[in-house]
């Protein structure tokens, strides 16, 4: 994985109201030299965020190249979260681009994130417990046929599909509940995939998972970046 450096917050003189963290930029590791001609995959430039009494971000540049495992470090209110909230549609920069494949996008809504092919995989899993590992995967994304049935079967084959994309093994009737934490983010992963994610935002994957679960998941990251996602490991 390439590593980037959000730099340590710099506080505000204590005449200043509130905190103003201020960030420097996300700067590329100096050993990441770029030799693919295309577009990067992402490119956030300038991008500016400030809530009351607080500058969050300021001129935050990020770049993620396809088939590329991108660690954003930094300490507890450097701005790792709102750049990714932003990145993801929960919030409006106040200032900044950002271009996927070269293209400007305008991520207005989790929902224009997703169409644009980003994936936020958040500590908090969003599953429903009372499901199974299927229906967990295509909740909102029903493969349907005439009169707007749903394939149970089309279903079942694209999961187990994804799952051995993964090269992991996890029960498909199961309900989500009673899987591990570390299976459950799996199951996450299985439905960015089926939605074509092809930009993955992992906010802390590991917090909760034990070391053995831990070498899974690096395991499973590897084998996506080789399929040439792009992931950025916070």
Known sequence: ANSVVLSAPRRSSPSSPGLAL???SVVKSSSMVR?????????MEGMTKAFPGVQALSGVDLTLERGEILAVLGENGAGKSTLMKILGGALRADAGTIRIDGERVELHSPRAA????????HQELQLVPALNTVENIFLGQELTVRWGWIDRVAERRRAAEILNRLGVD??????CGQLT??????????????????????????????????????????QLKRQ????VYI
């Open 22 to 24: 201020l960030p420097a």
């Open 35 to 43: 030799n693919d001609p295309r577009p990067a995959l992402l490119q």
């Open 114 to 121: 997703r169409l644009a092919g980003i994936a936020l995989i």
């Open 170 to 175: 996890i029960e498909l009737d199961c309900p």
């Open 181 to 222: 934490t570390a299976k459950q983010q799996l199951v996450e992963i299985a439905r960015a995939l089926v939605r074509e994610a092809r930009i993955l935002v992992m906010d802390e994957p590991t917090a909760a998972l034990t070391l053995r679960e831990t070498e899974k998941l690096f395991e499973v990251m590897a």
């Open 228 to 231: 040439g996602l792009g992931i």
